[in-house]
């Protein structure tokens, strides 16, 4: 079992930037590909971002978000991040922190989710 804890949601203007973090608990972290959802409001759930297992060899993103967020992992603090540059209003979403198989990568399905963090983005 993994539990996943995001941080960094906050509120932020329009252009600016922000880092989402993601604390893994586990000692199998590496093994697990990595991705980032989102949820506005009234809207479904979507994919941001991914990085393959075991070191982040690859990354993949939503076309939205291609060039501005980067997705990264640090395996010795078993941790993922989302770093979120140029951010748009429509950014304003919770966004959800997920871990899986290798096969999960790049849009899933994930097996572990995170309670998710919210972000704001004013314009």
């Known amino acids: 079992q993994v539990q996943l804890v995001e ?3 906050g509120l932020v203007q ?3 930037s922000l880092r989402l973090s ?6 199998t972290f590496s093994s697990y590909a990595m991705g ?3 949820q506005g409001p009234g809207k479904e759930r979507e994919f941001v971002a991914a990085i393959s297992a075991p070191g982040g060899s690859w990354t993949f993103y939503a076309e939205s978000v291609e060039g501005r967020f980067t997705i ?5 603090k078993n941790s993922v991040y989302l770093r979120m540059n140029s951010m748009k ?3 304003t979403a ?6 899986g ?6 849009e899933g399905p994930y097996d572990y989710w995170g309670q998710g963090t919210k972000v704001t983005v004013s314009s």
């Open 7 to 9: 941080s960094g949601g």
């Open 14 to 16: 329009a252009g600016g």
């Open 22 to 27: 993601c604390a893994a608990s586990g000692r």
């Open 36 to 38: 980032w959802f989102r």
């Open 72 to 76: 990264s992992r640090d395996n010795a």
């Open 89 to 91: 209003p429509e950014n």
């Open 94 to 99: 919770v966004y959800y922190c997920a871990g």
């Open 101 to 106: 198989t290798k096969n999960s990568y790049p």
